[in-house]
């Protein structure tokens, strides 16, 4: 059976991938058992270029019906099939979006598609294959060692390069440069080996990503020309023919990547595919990345750790419930579509990421304060969401000094799209009979979920009402009451918002009345 490179990015950028491996035996962590290339070429290893391995290991995928590309949310129908369409044909890639769309995240998941082990000779500063040094150096070494060449294993989560294009970039960064240390050494400038590689060298055999590729300067652009086009570098006065086997990967604004914008039209027309990304689709998408992404517990009990009697920290795993999830998702989208924000910048899925991860904080806030057992997210805490917000979106100059208003509107319209579609259909008058002698319920940050529920006492219907709003929740446990204290403040809200219930906010205290 014959060698090949082949996976698992343990360690790697993009640590979601599945394992992968293109050839039985060779699958495993560990990477094989050859140490020379003798050894190697007994094996029957045949070396394949880069976008060839991508190729063969994305076919064998696609013919397993394994996901190309693990952990991207919402692109299944748009823009994987485009990428799976440029890496079959060899193509180098460049990804146009707005901020916040996964592109980092989608190029970095491409070395699942990598061989996981791959051979290289012992030492070589350019991960040079040992049937086809490039290098004056390695070339020697194979010249005088021959079937003893030393050979070294490569795991794919090191065949992976990145760089964020900034203005002080340089040509040395991305391509090399003069090494005055090799001078000291001896070496003369007209030796090739005097070189220092830089970034995208040292990336031979792998894949090397620039991401924000028009913030590049347009001489650095320039010196990228020749790497796409004839696959070799220049450094400085010599001419180095490298032929450098690489998978290039940008990613760029669209606005930026016009004639109009900072990107020079022949490195344009050197990218083989150009695939545009998108946010979220539908609310679906959004709630699945939301839930893949931000580090909290769900209520479902799918995320976040126990101890060992199997009770949830209150502080290490705070739990949101599923209809604030939602309330957050429904929020993230308002913003994106609001006419008050800048579109051109947009609203990174990180905003709705971030507004979960603060909303639990602010339930392990409360549950430390008033010493609950275990953090259950609550409607009063989703106005921490705003200020915490705030800095992730651009709004137009027309609106600036407004954003908390336009935040508060548009979170409060999430809160009240949340009830219809959870809510409808479900009678709530019990509930709020009992507030028409008079009653009272105070919530907020100095209110425990029990505390909560006491001030109500009975509660009709609570048992429908949590069927509505968390049907997949463990209605057992130590959370159950706290779940269950945001299902009937969330109740509470909905009455509030559809003007059947009044309520009064001052800092962190709500209290809801006839």
Known sequence: MGVTNSADNSGSPAEHALAYASTPGFGSSAAPDISTLGALRASGHVHRGVKAEIRQNLIAKLAAGEPSLPGIVGFDETVIPEVERALLAGHDIVLLGERGQGKTRLIRTLTGLLDEWTPIIAGSELNEHPYSPITPGSARRLAEFGDELPISWRHRSERYGEKLATPDTSVGDLIGDIDPIKIAEGRSLGDPETVHYGLVPRTNRGIFA?????????????????????????????????????????????????????????????????????????????????????AVLWDNGVMGSVDEEGTEAAHGAPVVPSHLLEVVGRFARAVRDAPQVDQRSGVSARFAIAAVETLAASAVRRAAITGEPVAVARVSDLPAVIPASRGKVEFDDADEGREFEVLDHLLRRAVAETSRARLAGLDLRPL????????????????????????????????ELLERLEPDSVHEGPATVGIAAAAVEFALEGLYLNKRLAKESAGNRTVYGA
């Open 210 to 294: 620039v991401n924000e590729l028009p913030d590049l300067a347009e001489r650095i652009q320039v010196a990228m020309l020749n790497v796409l086009e004839e696959r070799d570098i220049q450094v400085r006065g010599y001419q180095l023919r490298l032929p450098l086997d690489l998978l290039l990967v940008a990613s760029a604004n669209p606005e930026d990547y016009t004639n109009r914008g900072r990107i020079i039209t022949p490195l344009k027309d050197r990218f083989g595919a150009e695939v545009r990304t998108h946010y979220p689709l539908d609310l679906h998408d959004e709630l699945r990345l939301i839930a893949q992404e931000a």
């Open 432 to 463: 709020q009979e009992k507030f028409d002698g008079g009653l009272l319920v105070e919530s907020g940050d100095g209110v425990s979920a029990d505390k909560l529920l006491a001030q109500l006492g009975t509660i009709p219907g609570l048992s």
